[in-house]
């Protein structure tokens, strides 16, 4: 039980951490811009191809770096080249453009990719357990995306309270109008943020895709969830989607390794259930499989008892 | 006809003859219904436009969210899935001889299963507009998705639900065997269907949808709650993709999890994004393009969908106003009739636009042959010819067309664009007729 507790834990923190790269990027975006980027998720996906494609003429490592930073250019050149162009129109506009850019990348990344999933591989370096509990094993490999991922969180901790131009980024969240009076390029701000977000979610998939798979489907897969982050955590609010990541990474991990079933849980509460009837599907229901749905129950509910999230202040 | 000039001012006679051309449409649309099938001989046709109905009513109805009532949704395919589950699951039931219930009902069944889950996921996601709305909508239809994995004896798991529509009870001795006798219920239910989503949007309630879209709070001041026009809107859009639904069980005799899925409601998007959301025959236009090119270019080649996505995102960027917004904007100068000094500089331009097209076509197929199927050869039929992608001549041959279109196109466009706009300027130099613009 206790060794069942711990790994549950570190892999949920190592999900959870995963899905704080990608979220911190979209609810800054979204504080910002007010657009909810459809296409982050697809980002992530195409950090994954990238360094696939790097690391096999170069090797991980200068993928590592290389792969975000194209993927942030090619973030900052959408937002340029086609989300302000459809800005005038709204953010029901936005929101329909940005779902258009998901589609294409993930037609694009089977055009030059193919359909069939890629092996792309953990590094060497990386590929040996770092330390046994009882009978299993931490993979290096995790612990190396904890590091990573903490990381990220302290520079983006650090850019946005004690640099200049976390200053303005912050103060561009809630008075662009302001900020621009002040002689800041407010639209090259949203252009700059919107290039790192992309980044940040390109270097998640670098990091996720030889542990999660790289797949054209990779992209869905994350997305939806990341959304339920964010939505969760507060839209805009950087310390909700952190609580908001670990919470849904947490309660997933707890969830999927469990394997009771919602019939044998409630017989042991005391509540005969009988096989058969119209809901024996319902009781042969194990909580592992209850997992993929218990994401969206919370978003719902979320956006039904409080609309504004955990830690956010304000809704739409 | 000097309608351009008279209409500002149109009297009760103007009127009532608008109102004789309106049903003079639906009656011609009754008849090009019914006439479709003599023309068409093949089997592959009929399949064809029993498809395209069914796209048709199910893009009517999300039109009914998206265009009229302002509500984006990325989960309309979960009511037009659980309608054709439920028909499904009915339809089964009458062939077993446990109910009676002849096939032509069977799409209302489906309308009434998708909106009974209309009213029960529309009653907390209505009580939001904008982003907030398209995000629960979202929510909702991944939650479906992963209930269809636990639910397997409703959603029949991987294989999805089979059914069969000649064991079914006959209404007045039709059967339903063959494509084409199914493409008459499918006329019949897309004409009640899309004039009933006509009538709708042109009551009480259908135009109070507009204005909530609009301006919500102004709409409250006026006395109605936005969050009930809202819910009666997505309720009745829920009702007729059921509908829709219904019509799939009953032609395709299968439904499985993916028809209710993120993709079928992306591609409901596209198809009533592309013919445009500011007009009711948009959805129409968009849903015949659509699934004629899908089902076009998914003869040719697998990556069909990357080209309706970029078909996509040039609407979007380029003419929000849909296929059927720009076939609007050339009302004026039909009126003045001044159309046919168009089409020598808009075939120009199509012409150029059509060679940097099929050098962009050339230049993905290539890519995707070279990056893909390793092996399979040297050559690749593209365009009706041979084409050896691992050489340099095709890759510049395809590049000139690119470039060559790219430019003429500049070139001619403005020219297009003056000549569009000497059309289009009123006979009369008063003020511009009020009717030109689409009326999103």
């Given amino acids: ?316 | 006809m000097s309608t351009a000039t008279t209409r500002p001012f149109a009297g009760a006679g103007v009127a009532h003859a608008a109102r004789a051309r309106r049903y003079g449409l639906w009656v011609a649309a009754a008849l090009v219904l019914l006439m479709l099938p003599q023309l068409v001989h093949t089997g592959t046709a009929i399949a064809i436009m029993n498809q395209m109905g069914i796209a048709v009513v199910f893009a009517l109805s999300y039109n009914m969210l998206l265009g009229q009532g302002g509500m984006l949704s990325f989960g309309h395919a979960v009511y037009f899935g659980l309608g054709g589950f439920i028909a499904a699951h009915v339809l089964n039931l009458s062939g077993r001889g446990a109910i009676y219930l002849p096939v032509p009902v069977l799409p209302l069944v489906g309308g009434l299963g998708g909106l009974a889950f209309a009213i029960l996921f529309g009653s907390f996601s209505t009580r939001r507009a904008g982003t907030v709305f398209a995000m629960i909508s979202l929510g909702v239809a991944e939650l479906m998705a992963a209930s269809s994995l636990i639910f397997d004896r409703f959603f029949g798991g991987e294989e999805g639900i089979t059914t069969n529509r000649s064991k079914a009870p006959l209404l007045l001795g039709l059967p339903f065997t063959r494509d084409r006798e199914v493409y008459y219920l499918i006329a019949f239910w897309l004409f009640v269907a899309a004039l009933a989503m006509y009538a709708f949007s042109r009551t009480p309630v259908g135009r109070m949808a507009n204005a909530v879209r609009d301006n919500p709070e102004r709409a409250e001041f006026v006395g109605y709650s936005q969050n009930r026009v809202r819910f009666v809107s997505f309720c009745a859009a829920g009702f007729f993709a059921g509908i829709a639904g219904g019509l799939f069980a009953v032609n395709y005799e299968i439904l499985t999890a993916e028809n209710m899925g993120l993709t079928a409601s992306g591609a409901v998007l596209l198809m009533t994004y592309i013919g445009g959301i500011g007009s009711f025959v948009g959805p129409v236009i968009g849903a015949v393009v659509f699934t004629f090119l899908q089902s076009m270019l998914s003869d040719y080649t697998g990556m069909w969908l990357l080209y309706l996505g970029i078909l996509f995102l040039t609407t979007v960027l380029f003419v929000p106003m849909g296929l059927a917004g720009v076939l609007m904007l050339h009302a004026p100068a039909w009126r003045a009739r001044r159309i046919g000094r168009l089409v020598g500089p808009y075939l120009l331009t199509g012409a150029l636009a059509l060679v940097a097209a099929v050098g962009i076509i050339g230049l993905l197929e290539m890519i995707h042959f070279v990056a893909v199927s390793e092996g399979a050869g040297a050559t690749k039929r593209l365009f009706w010819m041979a084409i050896a992608p691992r050489t340099l001549t095709p890759w510049l041959a395809f590049a000139a067309l690119v470039v060559v279109g790219a430019l003429g196109v500049r070139w001619t466009a403005p020219r297009a664009a003056v000549a569009f706009a000497e059309a289009s300027r009123p006979a009369v130099a008063v003020r511009a007729a009020p009717t030109g613009k689409a009326s999103l």
């Fill in chain 1, 1 to 316: 039980m206790f060794q069942l507790i711990f790994f549950s834990i570190l892999n949920g923190l190592v999900y959870g951490m995963l899905l704080f790269m990608l979220s911190s990027g979209l609810t800054l975006i979204f504080g910002m811009m007010g657009v909810l980027n459809f296409a982050h998720a697809s980002f992530y996906m195409l950090g994954a191809y990238v360094a696939f494609t790097l690391g096999l003429h170069l090797g991980f490592w200068p993928a590592l770096v290389i792969a975000p930073v194209l993927v942030g250019l090619l973030g900052a050149l959408v937002e340029r080249q086609g989300l302000r162009r459809v800005h005038g129109f709204g953010h029901i506009a936005e929101l329909i453009f940005t779902f258009g850019v998901a589609i294409l990348i993930e037609e694009v990344v089977q055009l030059v990719w193919g359909r069939p999933a890629k092996s792309y591989q953990v590094p060497a370096l990386l590929d040996f357990p770092l330390f046994r509990v009882m009978s299993s094993s931490f993979p290096a490999y995790k612990a190396f995306m904890l590091v990573v991922a903490v990381a990220i969180f302290g520079f983006i901790f650090v850019i946005l309270t004690r640099t200049r131009a976390g200053l303005i980024i912050q103060a561009s969240l809630t008075h662009p109008q302001m900020v621009a009076m002040l002689g800041h390029n407010v639209p090259r701000v949203f252009m700059v943020v919107f290039g790192i977000g992309s980044a940040l979610a390109g270097l998640a998939g670098v990091i996720a895709g030889p542990v999660l798979g790289t797949f054209p489907g990779m992209a869905q897969v994350l997305g939806s969830i990341v959304f339920v982050v964010v939505v969760i955590g507060g839209l805009g609010s950087l310390t909700g989607a952190f609580v908001a990541s670990l919470l849904i990474g947490i309660v997933q991990t707890f969830a999927v390794a469990m394997d009771v079933s919602v019939g044998g849980a409630l017989a042991a509460v005391g509540v005969p259930v009988a096989s058969g009837g119209a809901l024996h599907d319902l009781w042969k229901v194990t909580i592992a499989q209850v997992a993929p749905i218990l994401p969206y129950v919370l978003l719902v509910l979320t956006l039904i008892v409080r609309p504004t999230g955990l830690f956010g202040t304000r809704e739409t």
